[in-house]
C-alpha cells in the first residue's frame, strides 16, 4: 500500500514560483510512477506531470511546460512540483498520485485511471 500526502500549496501572486511536495510511505515506493493533477471548482481533474519510478522519464501537460518541473527523491520516499511563473489559471487543488504504469504498461502517464493511490490534495491559489 502507498499513502500519500500533499504539501506547500498556498496563496501566491502571478508571476512567483510554488513547491509542492508529496510524501509517501510504503516499501515499494520506488517502484511506482508519480503523477499530478489538478482541479479547478467546477472542471475535470486534469494531468498536469508525472514522473516514472527511476525518474529518468518525465511527462508534462502542453499549459505548463516550460514553467513546471516535478522531480523525486526515492530514498526520502517523495515527490516534488516545481511550478515558477504562476498564472491565475493555475489555480487549483492539486493532487499527487502513485501508478504501476511503467511496470504494467497500461497506458498514457496522463490517464487518471491509471493510478491507483491519490493524496487529500493541497490548494494553490494564484491571484493576478
Known amino acids: 500500500q502507498v499513502q500519500l500526502v500533499e504539501s506547500g500549496g498556498g496563496l501566491v501572486q502571478a508571476g512567483a514560483s510554488l513547491r509542492l511536495s508529496c510524501a509517501a510511505s510504503g516499501r515499494t515506493f520506488s517502484n511506482y510512477d508519480m503523477g499530478w493533477f489538478r482541479q479547478a471548482p467546477g472542471k475535470e481533474r486534469e494531468f498536469v506531470a508525472a514522473i516514472s519510478w527511476s525518474g529518468s522519464r518525465t511527462y508534462y501537460a502542453d499549459s505548463v511546460k516550460g514553467r513546471f518541473t516535478t522531480s523525486r527523491d526515492n530514498a526520502k520516499y517523495t515527490v516534488y512540483l516545481q511550478m515558477n511563473s504562476l498564472k491565475p489559471e493555475d489555480t487549483a487543488v492539486y493532487y499527487c498520485?502513485?501508478?504501476?504504469?511503467?511496470?504494467?504498461?497500461?497506458?498514457?502517464?496522463?490517464?487518471?485511471?491509471?493510478?491507483?493511490?491519490w493524496g487529500q490534495g493541497t490548494q494553490v491559489t494564484v491571484s493576478s
Open positions: 498520485a502513485a501508478g504501476r504504469i511503467t511496470i504494467a504498461t497500461i497506458g498514457p502517464f496522463s490517464a487518471k485511471k491509471n493510478y491507483d493511490y
